[in-house]
């Protein structure tokens, strides 16, 4: 067997909403959940998938807004929203969530082919470990940073380096690989480079977000990091 091959760039950090999986269909039914709780109106997929990827507060007041509802309506404002939101999500966080096509089999091939994993989200850490074990991702990654892991979250680029940090790789050893602006500028603030998917959540084009790789099927990543090494 031959041994892995050395690369300079051999970790790769993952975003997971919309770059791993494709979760809108969960998000929606606890959104909505929430929302008609609160005497608000549903929420379509496609309206849902605009608001992921800035954390769940975030989340809960797009949702809100877009249901013409206040947060201040409310006794406490967002917390208790984010919280009985929570509750409502991490009851049934994969039920109807599924990995992108071809997702495993690359990362089953990265691993293979000597690259270290990482995972680097918004979304709050236990809930982020819940869907890995889940859909049986654990087995990827070597870190785990959640939006509640550090006291900031994506772009600021203090999450991305509590993950490089936890996988021992300098920034000339990492590549962020992600599907939205958050992504884009999280890898720019560190100061590494960033593939995007074009199948994600963006709100913008992919093209338009200035990432040095863009690929529109996961059998095309590895490519595109040996393009970047």
């Known amino acids: 067997m031959m041994p892995p091959v050395l690369r300079k760039r051999s970790f790769v950090v993952f975003d997971l909403d919309g770059t791993l999986i494709h979760i809108v269909p969960d998000l929606r039914v606890a959104l909505n959940g929430l929302l008609i709780e609160?005497?608000?109106?549903?929420l379509e997929a496609d309206e849902v998938r605009q608001m992921v990827g800035a954390g769940v507060d975030r989340l809960i007041e797009r949702a809100m807004t877009a249901a013409a509802l206040s947060t201040m309506a409310w006794e406490g404002g967002l917390a208790p929203l984010v919280r009985r939101f929570l509750e409502i999500y991490e009851s049934a966080p994969t039920a109807l969530t599924r990995c992108w096509p071809g997702a495993e089999t690359v990362l089953e091939t990265l691993i293979a082919s000597g690259y270290w994993l990482g995972l680097c989200t918004n979304k709050p850490h236990r809930a982020?470990?819940?869907?890995?074990?889940?859909?049986?991702l654990t087995r990827f990654f070597s870190a785990v940073v959640g939006g509640d892991s550090t006291s900031h979250i994506k772009p600021d680029p203090r999450p991305l380096m509590a993950t490089l940090d936890a996988l021992g790789a300098r920034l000339d050893e990492a590549v962020m690989v992600g599907d939205s602006a958050n992504d884009v500028g999280v890898a720019r603030n560190a100061g590494i480079p960033v593939i995007v998917v074009s199948f994600g959540y963006a709100g913008i084009s992919p093209q338009a977000m200035g990432a040095d790789a863009v690929i529109d099927a996961f059998s095309e990543l590895p490519a595109a990091l040996e393009g970047l090494c």
């Open 38 to 42: 609160l005497g608000g109106r549903s």
């Open 128 to 136: 982020t470990l819940d869907i890995l074990a889940q859909l049986d």
